[in-house]
């Protein structure tokens, strides 16, 4: 049972990297250097800082690439840094062989930075594919974060276990938190659904997951807590991004002021007690 466990992750990626046909990344990378993304990222860390509350960190290889002090910046405050794919394109548009070419890049990109290898991997939008596990397990990763127990038009595996599983031999899959309402599993614990859920939806389900001894896994990206600095094309991704409920950065605070929180790698070893082997079916 694993009701005692809190994780807090983050997505770094920058605001343009939603995965949406219209929205071409390469347009706006060229002239990007994240620099309001870094900014970002240092009020999150000064937020955990001072709350001494640390926190797993999947970061895209090529905003790495091009600043690689704000991955420092993130190592040094003792927070784990994890993989989250080169660019952010969907497994099923890249591919197996382009995806197992681009994480080398990525464990060696992280690997220059921190002298540290990434133990874990999150799928860009979750977008978990059947070949992922055995290609993470070759590689030598330990974990996998890429299912989300979920129906959406964009991601998600709604049969798929809610507690963490070993996908593969070693390999553990550490699905993101969903609750149970009228026999459905219901994403809360982050981005948008964070956003826009009212404070007594997220407690009770967070109540509920307790009860049932499952880990609390909560996701945030930078632009979630705080306004994207660009405008995305399209009046309903603008509208779904804008929405929100209160002031998300001090619902966040006090998130965190109420659970204790770690990193993934803090209590990876506690994840893999008394853990099965499932089948995931896509
Ligand atoms: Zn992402």
């Not at 390469?26 to 640390?54: M, N, P, Q």
């Not at 991955?71 to 969907?90: K, N, P, R, T």
């Not at 992922?132 to 397990?137: E, G």
């Not at 070993?166 to 459905?184: C, N, Q, Y």
């Amino acid at each position: 049972m694993h009701g005692h466990l809190n994780i807090l992750t983050f997505d770094i990626e920058d605001w343009y990297h939603i995965n949406y046909p219209q929205l071409d990344f390469k347009a706006f990378d060229c002239k990007e250097d994240h620099s309001s993304l870094f900014s970002a990222v240092k009020k999150i860390l000064s937020i955990l800082k001072e709350r001494k509350t640390k926190a797993t960190f999947f970061i895209l290889g090529r905003i790495a690439e091009k600043k690689p002090e704000m991955v420092l910046s993130i190592a040094e405050d003792g927070h784990e840094i994890a993989l989250h794919g080169y660019e952010h394109y969907l497994l099923k548009d890249i591919g197996e062989e382009r995806f197992k070419r681009e994480t080398e890049r990525c464990i060696k990109i992280f690997d220059g930075i921190t002298g540290k290898t990434p133990k874990g991997f999150r799928a860009p939008s979750w977008s978990a594919a059947q070949w992922l596990f055995s290609v993470l397990k070759k590689m030598g990763l330990e974990y996998d974060a890429s299912i989300f127990p979920v129906k959406t038009p964009l991601y998600g595996i709604p049969d798929a276990p809610r507690q963490p599983f070993f996908v593969e031999d070693g390999l553990l899959e550490i699905p993101t938190s969903v609750f149970r309402l009228a026999g459905k599993n219901i994403a809360f614990s982050g981005g948008v659904y964070f956003k826009i859920f009212p404070q007594l939806i997220i407690k009770r389900a967070v109540n509920q997951v307790k009860r049932e001894g499952l880990p609390l896994i909560f996701f945030f990206h930078p632009w979630d807590l705080w306004d994207r600095p660009g405008k995305l094309p399209g009046f309903k991704t603008r509208f779904m991004f804008n929405l929100k409920l209160g002031d998300v950065e001090k619902r966040f605070v006090k998130l965190i002021d109420t659970l204790p929180m770690n990193s993934i790698a803090s209590v990876l070893e506690d994840l893999k007690k008394g853990v099965e082997v499932k089948e995931v079916s896509f």
